[in-house]
Antibody, heavy 118, light 111 residues
Framework: EVQLVESGGGLVQPGGSLRLSCAASGFTFSRYWMYWVRQAPGKGLVWVSRINSDGSSTSNADSVKGRFTISRDNAKNTLHLQMNSLRAEDTAVYYC???????????WGQGTMVTVSS | QSALTQPASVSGSPGQSITISCTGT?????????VSWYQQHPGKAPKLMIYEVSKWPSGVSNRFSGSKSGNTASLTISGLQAEDEADYYC???????????FGTGTKVTVV
């Protein structure tokens, strides 16, 4: 079964750090570009970060530039999102998703909740 | 980069057809045939319904169809069913700097 499973979410104070992980299974992880998309409570979807198939190229949304870093370990079929200098507005469910079709995110994880609060 | 504009809500009766619009700019929807649509039920992850404006991913019903004219993309749901009640989001590629922008989301209600 093709699957993405996120972990690492939780409650963190403003200014703190958190590292999210996404374990992929059921497909050849190293062939796909991967993405993080977040959704604040009661709000819409927002693209956060992207990494190409071999990890040599990354992009971040302006709202997280300089604070978030996406990375991957193709040997372990795992995607990561290192989040530093967290703010209240980063509070959201974070989804990892696969770029399986041209500009289409075809496989999604169940999401992991990140809450930034004192 | 602002979110693409969608109506907050659309409703229809079972069997009817409804259309959700997604309005962007010449920098995103208008420049690329790379619009996708997602269905999201409460508490669940989004599901890809349409990619590249009008193509179906494997396993998605052809009751869902997509189109685009200028800076506006549209998703039409034909033969509306109770299980179609969900939130729908459009998404467009927006160039190498911004990459992707999602729509504001539309709640579809089957009355």
């Amino acid at each position: 079964e093709v699957q993405l499973v996120e972990s690492g979410g939780g409650l963190v104070q403003p200014g703190g750090s958190l590292r999210l992980s996404c374990a992929a299974s059921g497909f050849t992880f190293s062939r796909y570009w991967m993405y993080w998309v977040r959704q604040a409570p009661g709000k819409g979807l927002v693209w956060v970060s992207r990494i190409n198939s071999d990890g040599s190229s990354t992009s971040n949304a302006d709202s997280v530039k300089g604070r978030f870093t996406i990375s991957r370990d193709n040997a372990k079929n795992t995607l990561h999102l290192q989040m530093n200098s967290l703010r209240a507005e980063d509070t959201a469910v974070y989804y990892c998703t696969r770029g399986g079709y041209s500009a289409g995110f075809d496989i999604w994880g169940q999401g992991t909740m990140v809450t930034v609060s004192s | 980069q602002s979110a693409l504009t969608q109506p907050a809500s659309v409703s229809g009766s079972p069997g009817q057809s409804i259309t959700i619009s997604c309005t962007g700019t010449s920098s995103d929807v208008g420049s690329y045939n790379l619009v996708s649509w997602y269905q999201q039920h409460p508490g669940k992850a989004p599901k890809l319904m349409i990619y590249e404006v009008s193509k179906w991913p494997s396993g998605v019903s052809n009751r869902f169809s997509g189109s685009k004219s200028g800076n506006t993309a549209s998703l039409t749901i034909s033969g509306l069913q109770a299980e179609d009640e969900a939130d729908y989001y459009c998404c467009s590629y927006a160039g190498s700097s911004t990459l992707y922008v999602f729509g504001t989301g539309t709640k579809v209600t089957v009355v």
